[in-house]
């Protein structure tokens, strides 16, 4: 039997209140008690459940609620601004708890159960039109703890025997790289397939065109060569026409076919992309730093904090594309090299990249990590950074 999904909201102090609700925002356990350590909550919560999300009243949250979601994979909800008591006051007034410490966990939690109820809607909704009730829990813990999309987390559980779902929810489970980056990946291996789908699909119908304009086709020739019809300039340009039209659509059948073929090893490639990303950096790559390249990929690539670019031709610049990486990105991997003038004027450690191993797809490439690390180290290397670390250092004193 699976675990209860819970919403868990904790008050951390000498005495330690916690609540837990269930998505029906029943209270399964409110306790509160002096020397209560993580350890001894962590044992209490997982006997009655699995937690899914975690609620503070504070708007800076406490390093034990940070642990406790380490240790959980709860997603956090915590307020702007620290709870007034008349909020929490408000938000507890139907339930009975025997001091302030259990008010403020109860408080703490139905915070967090109010800001995913939107959700929880959406997924009974979801649920209830497509008869996926059985399996609305796992939807449920996806969505919430792993953030994923509602259609996205019914597709990794119903088509779990595929290659490429084992490795997603292997990343999502273990929280081994980053989800947001494997999850883009899984939509583009989603894309390619669907694509190949239809391109299959085309060419059967292509194919069975083909097939009936070959059958008229020799039908007319037959017809021709027995001297049936008089107008026999109109029957030959008839042939013609319709010879014409069939190479036109055998070459467009072949083209279709090549397209499935090229869709098919972009599926195997990413597959193995992803079967590698444990051991691997996943970088995201840019044609340039240009404006166009990188309006034409941005969506796509999510740059955040601490990715690693990989730029074929870092020339090719743009002072807004760079202004929007500067307190993203501190090191671009690039193929080209890059003039002096480039590498003085912007903040960032330019490094080629010639040396390491990787594998490309269209938006992303992959290199060992201890290729990457043992790059940095790299004396030559580590020199760079530090002048280039240096010279931007005193350019803004």
């Known amino acids: 039997m699976e675990k209860r999904l819970l919403v868990v909201g904790i008050d951390p102090g000498t005495t330690l209140g916690y609540a837990a609700l269930d998505l029906n925002k029943e209270v399964m356990a409110l306790k509160s008690s002096k020397n209560f350590g993580l350890n001894e909550l962590l044992l ?3 006997k009655i459940g699995k937690v899914i999300a975690v609620g503070t009243d504070k708007a800076k949250i406490p390093h034990l609620v940070q642990l406790f979601s380490a240790k959980t994979g709860a997603k956090i909800f915590h307020p702007n601004d620290d709870l007034k008591a008349e909020e929490k006051k408000k938000l507890t007034e139907s339930f009975e708890t025997a001091n302030w410490h259990q008010n403020d966990a109860l408080a703490s939690s139905l915070f967090a159960f109010n800001n995913i109820k939107a959700t929880l809607d959406k997924i009974e909704g979801f649920v209830e039109d497509n008869n996926k009730n059985s399996i609305k829990e796992k939807i449920t813990e996806l969505v919430l703890a792993k953030g994923l999309s509602i259609k996205e987390a019914a597709s990794l559980i119903e088509n779990k025997d595929s290659e490429e779902t084992e490795i997603i929810k292997k990343v999502v489970e273990e929280n081994k790289m980053t989800q947001n980056d494997f999850m883009r990946l899984y939509r583009i291996i989603k894309r390619h397939e669907r694509e190949n789908y239809l391109l299959k699909r085309q060419n059967n119908n292509l194919k069975n065109y083909v097939k009936a304009l070959e059958k008229r086709l020799n039908y007319a020739k037959k017809e021709h060569s027995e001297g049936i019809s008089k107008k026999d300039g109109r029957n030959i340009k008839e042939i013609l026409l319709k010879e014409k039209g069939i190479n036109f659509l055998q070459n467009r059948l072949n083209m279709s076919e090549e397209d499935v073929k090229k869709s098919a090893l972009d599926i195997k490639k990413l597959n193995c992309m992803l079967s590698k990303c444990n051991s691997s950096f996943i970088l995201k ?23 690693i670019l990989l730029v074929e031709n870092p020339s090719i610049i743009s002072e807004n594309v760079m202004a929007f990486l500067k307190d993203k990105v501190s090191i671009i991997l690039t193929k080209n090299p890059i003039s002096g003038k480039i590498r003085e004027k912007y903040s960032f450690s330019f490094v080629d990249c010639k040396k390491i191993r990787m594998e490309d797809g269209d938006f992303f490439a992959i290199a060992p990590k201890k290729e990457i690390q043992e790059l940095l180290k790299d004396s030559n290397v580590l020199k760079m950074l530090i002048e280039d670390y240096k010279k931007h250092r005193e350019g803004n004193c």
């Not at 790559?285 to 990715?307: Q, S, Y």
């Open 285 to 307: 790559k840019l044609d340039n730093l240009g404006r166009l390249e990188f309006e034409r990929k941005k969506e796509l690539l999510n740059i955040e904090k601490d990715d």
């Open 44 to 46: 209490d919560i997982t």
